[in-house]
């Protein structure tokens, strides 16, 4: 609880610290940037004291993290000197939306506390790792922090959100082991509320325009944008519900010798969910009788638990794995599909889950370009030309792209496309659709896009990337029906706000849109195949392999089976482009004219220099736009990497997509909520009521499952060292030990198949370095394996030999300080400990564990 409390109130104060300066950064947002002065004040702050520790200015302890708060805690005090009579009078008109991102801030960032008090657990997937980057940060006395798991190498990883991470617990004295989920939960509770700010300034700006229109129409709208944290992380894929179809065997068919078969359930193909379920206990309202005498009003949670929810272990990893690929042999290949929901259920501090409140920060960018925030203009060197934006707002641009490419690689192209697409259409409502707006996307996309690397350099210089280039997605297009379950309850508001679009705007431009909605699809078909047969010339040997696997003898013959496949999964395309249609006639047409309820007035040649209130619906459609381009693209290509598939390429881009559609879905009702006709209105709250139990059967029952009820037999705790200290008090003593101990590399095992198990479980804890950890992911973080070298057999020379010299010529090829022998490197080497007996002092030791020093050169920095 003390934990929760010190992160509660020092990311509180930091965020009211910096709104004088997020103020002045972000001056057309009806909310002045209050909902998201937390996430930049971070922001902020993270990327000074990046610089300080990494230019050596501080060093990576507290006085350099007091340094850096207190330059940006200054410069936003200056600010507001000049300007506090502007704040106050903010505070006064705008006091709802303050206590409302108050409570929700509160809300969610206790909501995900407690969720991760009931399962802190760092174990599975790749919590380790995370936990290791953290601790191993905290550990590193200079940037770049240290590899954790590679001794002797900075992290090749794109690991700012690590850096706030450890930032927050070194200024409130928590453990990293503790900070992991807080983190979690922390990053929900800035999702909450930063999603809310997007969405109440798109409504107040969509308001204001209307009331130039219609002075009676001036609804508040601090409670209606509550929607748009509902649809981001809470609201989730059909998946949740088709659980519950399953679990009460709907449109299962009982044969007479007792075999049970399904066609809907087979047609769907998705796994587990194709097997018959276990037969559920008695009738459904006699159960309930049953369990209200047996525990009254608890009986009905348990009455839910046995009659709906899904008896399989981790039932609700299937929400993550929807998408289901074959290849022309029949042959799985798994696709990884997320969503924020299934992310805070898992738990894993992923960079694309810390990325979440930064990827809003950009759209908050975006937006407060599109509104005209930022009018200035800066002059571009050599071409005679000017940019349409304040050099301000520039660096403002790119200091929070940068930072989002940092926390998350693969999310920058998405970012710099929101940003400069909302610069183009800035440029539009000023002078119209012409020619000369490709010149205008091209004069901000360059020097942005090289502004943002360059402000955070040192990173990139130390970054390798296992990305190797496009490759053609041939075979493997999703099937429409899971599309639909991975996005219905977003697809569903969507389309229903393009009708309503379609039926209110006077004028779009449907004759491009037409144009481009087939072209755009028949391009990136036709690329891929250029692609393809491009490697047949290029790359005959890696073709022919492909060829093997997909069981056909020429390119000729895959490219009938690859196009009949695509034909027979055209569902997904033809969803796809049903949207893109409408989305391309609102995204193309005029947007200076005014409607109301957020509709555009979209067609033919906009007048140059209208002065009109911007459209909001004219961001909202572009939201939606990229959404359809970023699922769209997988369809055709993917990005090449070690997994040799679209998995990483669908995981990271339906990420993006949902997050953009979400806020885009959420306005749709907030809008269709509230329309002039009585009738459409209650048809579709009534929709959206259906919507919502199809949306929250998932997280209602996975946050329920993976907590056991909120309940823990060893009591609520926050803290995942609480767990190792009761299930293996002698390594959590080992570990204690090393917390405390001076600066060193420690040798422990590894073997090839480390990754996510226990193996580096030393390192992980204690922040030291080892000589190897998880070789696979060390692989796949660099591109290639060549940095480990021999380690993995060094490593088992080092426990298993019984000459000394060996052993000694190992320990100082690595500069190893710590030799821990416990029960996992007995059992993975024939460990013989007698040399290091003989020669090296034991600086701790248990029942189970002994650790070794090695003594150190006297020059060794320490």
Same mark, same amino acid.
């Given at each position: 609880?003390?934990?929760?409390?010190?992160?509660?109130?020092?990311?509180?104060?930091?965020?009211?610290?910096?709104?004088?300066?997020?103020?002045?950064?972000?001056?057309?947002?009806?909310?002045?940037?209050?909902?998201?002065?937390?996430?930049?004040?971070?922001?902020?702050?993270?990327?000074?004291?990046?610089?300080?520790?990494?230019?050596?200015?501080?060093?990576?302890?507290?006085?350099?993290?007091?340094?850096?708060?207190?330059?940006?805690?200054?410069?936003?005090?200056?600010?507001?000197?000049?300007?506090?009579?502007?704040?106050?009078?903010?505070?006064?008109?705008?006091?709802?939306?303050?206590?409302?991102?108050?409570?929700?801030?509160?809300?969610?960032?206790?909501?995900?506390?407690?969720?991760?008090?009931?399962?802190?657990?760092?174990?599975?997937?790749?919590?380790?790792?995370?936990?290791?980057?953290?601790?191993?940060?905290?550990?590193?006395?200079?940037?770049?922090?240290?590899?954790?798991?590679?001794?002797?190498?900075?992290?090749?990883?794109?690991?700012?959100?690590?850096?706030?991470?450890?930032? *927050?617990?070194?200024?409130?004295?928590?453990?990293?082991?503790?900070?992991?989920? *807080?983190?979690?939960?922390?990053?929900?509770?800035?999702?909450?509320?930063?999603?809310?700010?997007?969405?109440?300034?798109? #409504?107040?700006?969509?308001?204001?325009?209307?009331?130039?229109?219609?002075?009676?129409?001036?609804?508040?709208?601090?409670?209606?944008?509550?929607?748009?944290? #509902?649809?981001?992380?809470?609201?989730?894929?059909?998946?949740?519900?088709?659980?519950?179809?399953?679990?009460?065997?709907?449109?299962?068919?009982?044969?007479?010798?007792?075999?049970? +078969?399904?066609?809907?359930?087979?047609?769907?193909?998705?796994?587990?969910?194709?097997?018959?379920?276990?037969?559920?206990?008695?009738?459904?309202?006699?159960?309930?009788?049953?369990?209200?005498?047996?525990?009254?009003?608890?009986?009905?949670?348990?009455?839910?638990?046995?009659?709906?929810?899904?008896?399989?272990?981790?039932?609700?990893?299937?929400?993550?794995?929807?998408?289901?690929?074959?290849?022309?042999?029949?042959?799985?290949?798994?696709?990884?599909?997320?969503?924020?929901?299934?992310?805070?259920?898992?738990?894993?501090?992923?960079?694309?889950?810390?990325?979440?409140?930064?990827?809003?920060?950009?759209?908050?960018?975006?937006?407060?370009?599109?509104?005209?925030?930022?009018?200035?203009?800066?002059?571009?060197?050599?071409?005679?030309?000017?940019?349409?934006?304040?050099?301000?707002?520039?660096?403002?641009?790119?200091?929070?792209?940068?930072?989002?490419?940092?926390?998350?690689?693969?999310?920058?192209? =998405?970012?710099?496309?929101?940003?400069?697409?909302?610069?183009?259409?800035?440029?539009?409502?000023?002078?119209?659709?012409?020619?000369?707006?490709?010149?205008?996307?091209?004069?901000?996309?360059?020097?942005?896009?090289?502004?943002?690397?360059?402000?955070?350099?040192?990173?990139?210089?130390?970054?390798?990337?296992?990305?190797?280039?496009?490759?053609?997605?041939?075979?493997?297009?999703?099937?429409?029906?899971?599309?639909?379950?991975?996005?219905?309850?977003?697809?569903?508001?969507?389309?229903?706000?393009?009708?309503?679009?379609?039926?209110?705007?006077?004028?779009?431009?449907?004759?491009?849109?037409?144009?481009?909605?087939?072209?755009?699809?028949?391009?990136?078909?036709?690329?891929?195949?250029?692609?393809?047969?491009?490697?047949?010339?290029?790359?005959?040997?890696?073709?022919? =392999?492909?060829?093997?696997?997909?069981?056909?003898?020429?390119?000729?013959?895959?490219?009938?089976?690859?196009?009949?496949?695509?034909?027979?999964?055209?569902?997904?395309?033809?969803?796809?482009?049903?949207?893109?249609?409408? +989305?391309?006639?609102?995204?193309?047409?005029?947007?200076?004219?005014?409607?109301?309820?957020?509709?555009?007035?979209?067609?033919?040649?906009?007048?140059?220099?209208?002065?009109?209130?911007?459209?909001?619906?004219?961001?909202?459609?572009?939201?939606?736009?990229?959404?359809?381009?970023?699922?769209?693209?997988?369809?055709?290509?993917?990005?090449?990497?070690?997994?040799?598939?679209?998995?990483?390429?669908?995981?990271?881009?339906?990420?993006?997509?949902?997050?953009?559609?979400?806020?885009?879905?959420?306005?749709?009702?907030?809008?269709?909520?509230?329309?002039?006709?009585?009738?459409?209105?209650?048809?579709?709250?009534?929709?959206?009521?259906?919507?919502?139990?199809?949306?929250?059967?998932?997280?209602?029952?996975?946050?329920?499952?993976?907590?056991?009820?909120?309940?823990?037999?060893?009591?609520?705790?926050?803290?995942?060292?609480?767990?190792?200290?009761?299930?293996?008090?002698?390594?959590?003593?080992?570990?204690?030990?090393?917390?405390?101990?001076?600066?060193?590399?420690?040798?422990?095992?590894?073997?090839?198949?480390?990754?996510?198990?226990?193996?580096?479980?030393?390192?992980?804890?204690?922040?030291?370095?080892?000589?190897?950890?998880?070789?696979?992911?060390?692989?796949?973080?660099?591109?290639?394996?060549?940095?480990?070298?021999?380690?993995?057999?060094?490593?088992?020379?080092?426990?298993?030999?019984?000459?000394?010299?060996?052993?000694?010529?190992?320990?100082?090829?690595?500069?190893?300080?710590?030799?821990?022998?416990?029960?996992?490197?007995?059992? +993975?080497?024939?460990?013989?400990?007698?040399?290091?007996?003989?020669?090296?002092?034991?600086?701790?030791?248990?029942?189970?564990?002994?650790?070794?020093?090695?003594?150190?050169?006297?020059?060794?920095?320490?």
């Amino acid at each position: 609880m003390t934990a929760f409390l010190s992160w509660y109130f020092f990311i509180t104060l930091l965020g009211w610290l910096v709104f004088p300066l997020v103020r002045h950064l972000f001056p057309a947002l009806a909310d002045r940037g209050y909902t998201l002065s937390r996430a930049a004040g971070l922001l902020l702050w993270g990327f000074l004291f990046w610089w300080l520790a990494s230019l050596g200015v501080v060093l990576n302890d507290l006085s350099g993290l007091l340094l850096a708060l207190a330059i940006v805690v200054g410069l936003s005090i200056w600010v507001y000197v000049r300007g506090r009579s502007d704040i106050a009078d903010f505070m006064k008109q705008s006091w709802r939306v303050v206590l409302t991102t108050e409570i929700l801030f509160l809300l969610a960032f206790g909501f995900l506390a407690l969720v991760r008090s009931a399962n802190p657990e760092i174990l599975g997937t790749e919590k380790p790792m995370e936990l290791a980057f953290i601790n191993a940060i905290l550990r590193s006395p200079t940037f770049p922090p240290r590899d954790p798991w590679l001794s002797g190498y900075a992290i090749s990883y794109y690991y700012f959100g690590y850096v706030l991470t450890a930032m *927050l617990a070194r200024i409130t004295d928590v453990p990293g082991t503790a900070a992991f989920n *807080l983190m979690i939960a922390l990053v929900y509770g800035l999702g909450a509320v930063g999603a809310y700010g997007i969405l109440y300034n798109l #409504l107040a700006a969509q308001r204001a325009a209307s009331a130039a229109s219609d002075p009676t129409r001036n609804t508040n709208h601090a409670f209606s944008a509550l929607l748009a944290p #509902l649809f981001l992380l809470v609201i989730s894929n059909v998946e949740g519900f088709l659980e519950i179809l399953h679990r009460r065997g709907l449109f299962w068919k009982t044969a007479a010798d007792g075999a049970s +078969t399904s066609a809907f359930w087979t047609w769907l193909d998705m796994k587990e969910l194709s097997e018959a379920p276990a037969p559920v206990a008695g009738p459904l309202w006699d159960r309930l009788g049953f369990w209200w005498q047996e525990a009254q009003w608890a009986g009905i949670g348990k009455w839910l638990t046995e009659q709906f929810v899904p008896e399989r272990f981790w039932w609700w990893w299937r929400g993550s794995r929807v998408i289901q690929d074959y290849t022309l042999q029949k042959g799985f290949q798994e696709v990884i599909d997320e969503f924020p929901a299934f992310s805070f259920v898992l738990g894993d501090l992923h960079p694309h889950v810390l990325a979440i409140p930064f990827g809003l920060l950009v759209v908050a960018v975006a937006l407060n370009l599109y509104l005209g925030g930022w009018r200035g203009s800066i002059p571009v060197p050599f071409l005679g030309a000017r940019l349409r934006i304040s050099p301000l707002g520039f660096a403002v641009a790119a200091l929070v792209l940068g930072g989002l490419a940092f926390l998350n690689v693969w999310d920058i192209l =998405v970012a710099a496309s929101l940003i400069i697409f909302a610069y183009l259409l800035l440029c539009v409502r000023e002078d119209g659709w012409k020619w000369e707006r490709l010149e205008d996307m091209l004069l901000l996309s360059v020097p942005l896009v090289l502004s943002a690397l360059l402000l955070y350099l040192p990173f990139y210089l130390g970054f390798s990337s296992q990305a190797g280039g496009l490759l053609p997605n041939l075979v493997t297009p999703t099937r429409g029906a899971h599309l639909w379950v991975m996005f219905g309850t977003l697809f569903l508001p969507l389309l229903a706000y393009l009708v309503y679009l379609s039926f209110t705007s006077r004028r779009a431009n449907w004759r491009v849109a037409l144009i481009l909605t087939l072209v755009l699809p028949l391009t990136l078909w036709g690329l891929s195949w250029a692609i393809g047969f491009g490697a047949v010339i290029l790359r005959l040997d890696v073709v022919q =392999v492909y060829l093997a696997a997909q069981g056909v003898p020429d390119t000729n013959a895959l490219f009938v089976a690859g196009t009949m496949r695509r034909i027979q999964s055209i569902g997904s395309l033809l969803t796809l482009m049903a949207m893109l249609f409408p +989305t391309l006639a609102f995204f193309f047409g005029n947007h200076s004219a005014r409607e109301e309820d957020g509709s555009l007035s979209l067609e033919g040649e906009s007048a140059p220099g209208s002065e009109s209130a911007p459209q909001v619906a004219s961001f909202v459609i572009l939201l939606i736009l990229l959404g359809l381009l970023l699922v769209m693209g997988p369809e055709f290509l993917f990005l090449q990497d070690q997994f040799g598939s679209r998995m990483n390429t669908i995981f990271k881009f339906y990420y993006q997509a949902w997050m953009l559609w979400s806020l885009a879905a959420a306005f749709g009702v907030a809008v269709l909520w509230r329309t002039r006709h009585w009738l459409a209105t209650a048809a579709f709250r009534i929709f959206f009521v259906l919507l919502l139990i199809v949306g929250l059967a998932y997280p209602l029952m996975a946050f329920a499952t993976k907590t056991n009820g909120f309940t823990s037999s060893f009591g609520l705790t926050l803290d995942d060292f609480d767990r190792v200290r009761r299930e293996n008090p002698d390594e959590a003593a080992a570990i204690q030990f090393l917390l405390n101990a001076e600066d060193g590399v420690v040798a422990e095992a590894s073997i090839v198949t480390a990754s996510y198990s226990g193996y580096s479980r030393i390192s992980t804890y204690s922040g030291l370095p080892t000589v190897l950890g998880w070789p696979m992911h060390e692989g796949q973080w660099r591109g290639t394996s060549e940095p480990q070298g021999n380690r993995q057999g060094d490593l088992a020379t080092l426990y298993t030999t019984q000459d000394w010299r060996t052993a000694q010529q190992i320990i100082e090829m690595y500069h190893i300080r710590y030799i821990v022998i416990g029960s996992l490197e007995r059992t +993975t080497y024939p460990v013989n400990e007698q040399k290091f007996y003989d020669n090296l002092p034991i600086v701790f030791q248990n029942a189970n564990v002994t650790i070794y020093e090695a003594p150190q050169p006297v020059t060794e920095n320490r």
